[in-house]
């Protein structure tokens, strides 16, 4: 069995997903980019009059999905604690990764609840963004 779980708070999807589905104990989010709730402002990101990024704060953009993230667990019925493996999406490595690992380190403190992680550099995400967060958890 399953559960399909769409967050009220959170930035709707970009596309026909859910936020989140439940199987068994286990969460999977699905990605989870900076956006806010309607209206889909980016916060963090500047975009020229075609929607092409100008200029982005990585840092920005990386506290506003895990505060998404935060959302749709709670709205799941999990928490924070409770994530067990993430997967990081930068569009940026080369420029990026220090300053990722700097924040990340943050909200996923060394210590017995710490998850797995991967990060990989990808060329594009669907929107005008440079980081996105997929994460599963603890039902």
Same mark, same amino acid.
């Given at each position: 069995?399953?559960? *399909?779980?769409?967050?009220?708070?959170?930035?709707?999807?970009?596309?026909? !997903?859910?936020h989140?589905?439940?199987?068994?104990? %286990? %969460?999977?989010?699905?990605?989870?980019?900076?956006?806010?709730?309607?209206?889909?402002?980016?916060?963090?990101?500047?975009?020229?009059?075609?929607?092409? *990024?100008?200029?982005?704060?990585i840092?920005?953009?990386?506290?506003?999905?895990?505060?998404? $993230?935060?959302?749709?667990?709670?709205?799941?019925?999990?928490?924070?604690?409770?994530?067990?493996?993430?997967?990081?999406?930068?569009?940026?490595?080369?420029?990026?990764? +220090?300053?990722?690992?700097?924040?990340?380190?943050? !909200?996923?403190?060394?210590?017995?609840?710490?998850? #797995?992680? #991967?990060t $990989?550099?990808?060329?594009?995400?669907?929107?005008?963004?440079?980081?996105?967060?997929?994460?599963? +958890? %603890?039902?």
């Amino acid at each position: 069995m399953s559960d *399909i779980i769409n967050s009220t708070r959170a930035a709707e999807p970009v596309g026909p !997903y859910p936020h989140a589905r439940r199987v068994g104990n %286990l %969460l999977f989010l699905s990605g989870v980019g900076p956006r806010t709730r309607g209206g889909g402002q980016i916060p963090g990101v500047t975009l020229d009059a075609a929607g092409n *990024i100008v200029a982005y704060d990585i840092e920005t953009q990386i506290r506003s999905c895990m505060e998404n $993230v935060r959302i749709i667990l709670e709205d799941a019925g999990s928490s924070w604690d409770k994530i067990v493996d993430v997967t990081s999406f930068l569009t940026n490595m080369k420029r990026d990764f +220090a300053e990722y690992n700097r924040v990340y380190r943050e !909200y996923f403190p060394p210590g017995p609840n710490q998850p #797995t992680r #991967t990060t $990989v550099e990808v060329g594009a995400l669907p929107t005008p963004i440079a980081y996105e967060i997929k994460v599963i +958890a %603890l039902a």
